[in-house]
């Protein structure tokens, strides 16, 4: 099979293998791409929770961009978990010398159990710079409310709230709304002059770890293999709910989606 393109992988470990780094080679893996890596940061975890976080050192940071990029080129970078100042500092400096035009921003704040992976300082940098520099960013609502400064309660507001982080500088986002309380799923994806609101039936289930990684992977794979944004997203989103379908409910808390779903494996072994 010939490998489809190649993606850098911005983010931080998951060991428990559903969120993270993790979450996002599988992803780009299962749908037909290279993944590289630069690893920002090493968690510690399980489906119930977070027990620890290490960051690792900007310099280290920056080399793993750098040093990588410039012997493969990356297609599309994907960010994940950024964590402290000079990580984000040190990411948008990198980015800006590897000259990579397809990237897909998931603005990662906390986990699904609660645990903060930024800190505030961090967000206000996220937002008024890194957030200008990337193709697409993916809130899902809390995130988006930070952004935009306000509550979001139903579709009206997530629209709201696109707009404002439009406004802000981004040049498109995709706003996620699995955290409203209803039976469909809206996800909106804004750019300039134009919205779109994907719906869908929500899939009623406690092993959706990782989905936020999952989906920004899928989006940059999609999109580094030539196509449009909207269409990235559309895709990446089936390819989210049937991984969510097809769970293997692993773990006693949250557990995590089945990344293989877009895989066919025949061979018995
Ligand atoms: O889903 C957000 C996320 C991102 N990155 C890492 C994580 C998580 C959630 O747990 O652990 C490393």
Redesign the pocket.
Known sequence: MKIKSKILII????SSG????Q?DIKTVTSLGSYAMTALT?V?S?NTMG?SSIFSVSHTEISKQIEFTSKDIRPDAIKI??LGNTKIINTVLKSISKIKVKKIIL?P?MI???G?K?IDKKSINILKHKLLKKVSLITPNIPEAEILAGHKILSKRDMIIAGKKILNIGAKSVLIKGGHLNSKITYDIFLEKNKTFVFKNKKINSKHT?????TLSSAIATYYSCGKSLKKSCEKAIKYVNQAIKYAPKYGKGHGPINHLNSINIKKKF
């Open positions: 983010a931080g470990s998951d559903g969120a993270g780094i979450a940061a968690t975890q977070v994940g978990m998931d990662v986990a699904k159990g645990a992976l770890h990782g989905t936020g990684c």
